[in-house]
């Protein structure tokens, strides 16, 4: 219990060798709405925990979604000129994407692999960009970090936009950005998340950390609505797809966070809400002691409720995707909600234990995801 790097512009020129960068990746103070604990057999009376963090006009979606949802807009300032770029040149780069995304995203991507070929490419262009993002933060040159580092990413994200790559890797993002409406936004807002990585290594209560997992994994899946598509015969609106794209990032997120407690705290980060820790009876130091309390089992649960609040509602708007689009949101869906399976199964001891999905059963995920991908695509006919 609780007592007291340096990057440098320049243009695109020939097949830059192209170094990546791993991501995580990847808000709606929707008025106080509230989950209900699970009833349990012990009289006490366990807190009710929100359910939402800040709202989504907050965050401008609604403006994101409508510029994104002009297909005919290629032309306005935030987006790409097209650069003209050698057939080999483009096809080496995304080929080179593609073997990032195959290497450290495997189920992800055999579930791209029904889309048709131009959204494959921009999938796995908007990945390796996000992954090398990441990077700059949690990967081996995070020492190097600093705010000049990430002003500069931002710069060279602009430049991405402006048609100027720097490299290979950022060439075939400027050629998605040429191809799909994608508004620059959600990858500046990531930039913003990856600031917050240096300067903040504590959340006070939910939507601080909602606002946190949005700049990170939310902003992914705004990114990925446009590439992926809506189905023509839905008949929901566009943003109710994106925020169920959101929600999925939202809950990837939070599951990270929870998987990631013990590795978090050997560097002194609680990615937690200090609030909901206090509600019960624990603090920091019960999360450096790591050690495995019955107060932490309850903490944890209620935690993983939430988690699993956040995938029902991606659920909702998988079906509304195109259908050769659906098979990889539904793996990554499964995929992280056996996350939270193993959590459970190693009785919530996230200290010194990882819940790990091993290979074979996220293989086994894939005919399962596939078939909810068809099923949930006659639902929509019907």
Known sequence: MCSTFSLSAKPCTGADNGKFLHSKSLVTRARAEVIAAPKRSSQRAFPRLLKHGIPHTDLQVHEIVERQSQANSLSKQDICRKPEFHPAFLEEAYERCRNICAEY?????LGTRLMTEERQKATWAIYVWCRRTDELVDGPNAVLMSTAVLDRWEERLQDIFDGRPYDMLDAALTDTISKFPLDIKPFRDMIEGMRMDTRKFRYDNFQELYLYCYYVAGTVGLMSVPVMGIAAESEASAQSIYNAALYLG??????????????????????????????????????????????????????????RFYFNLAEEGASKLEKASRWPVWSSLLVYQKILDAIEDNDYDNFTKRAYVGRTKKLLTLPLAYTKAQSMSRLILQ
Not at 105 to 109: D, E, I, L, N, S
Not at 253 to 279: C, H, M, W
């Open 250 to 307: 939202i809950g990837n997120q939070l599951t990270n966070i929870l998987r990631d407690v013990g590795e978090d705290a050997l560097r002194g980060r609680v990615y937690l809400p200090q609030d909901e820790l206090a509600q019960f009876g624990l603090c920091d130091q019960d999360v450096f002691a790591r050690k495995v309390t019955d107060g932490w089992r309850e903490f944890m649960k209620e935690q993983i409720i939430r988690a």
């Open 105 to 109: 995203a495997k189920t992800f991507y």
